[in-house]
């Protein structure tokens, strides 16, 4: 009987240490860093993995100071790997609140799993995405081709007068 109860309180104590652990508070600076989309999952369709199994996921870096990046990456036929900028601003998280590229602030459209995961929303597409651990040279030029995203106003139009008259 004593093994029993011993067995029952030792059960309910690492329930209750993981349940504490699960609501451990992240800290908003964890953010910062560079980070790789794990899966994507549209309401009502399969989970779709990214990386190696699929060819495709997406980039995202978050500056100490607010810069912000983001772009998807897929391999070719011939196995390099295709950056496709998409776009380039700043960002802001604190207590849940989220926003890029001066849009508006979304409460727990993202949300800190913990320091290396966070689960994120955008309109009916749930992500998860994972910190990652690349060489600051591939960060940087990740990030300018992102930059380069953000086309001048008269580049923009000399483009447009000149490739889609």
Known sequence: ?????????????MAAT??????????????????????????????TLCGKESGYTQFKYYGANGEYACAAMSLSDNGNVV????????????DGWYSECGREKIKD???MVDKNTFKGTWKTRHDIWKKISISEK???????????KNTPADVEQAMKQALFK
């Open 1 to 13: 009987m004593k093994t029993k109860m011993m067995l029952v309180m030792v059960a309910l104590l």
């Open 18 to 47: 993981s349940v504490s652990a699960q609501n451990a508070k992240v800290d908003d600076k964890e953010l910062v860093g560079v980070w790789m989309l794990e899966s994507m999952q549209w309401e009502g369709e399969n989970k």
């Open 83 to 94: 950056v496709m900028p998409h776009e380039y601003g700043t960002y802001t998280f604190k």
């Open 109 to 111: 459209a993202m949300v």
């Open 138 to 148: 591939t960060v940087k030029y990740i990030v300018d081709c992102c930059k380069l």
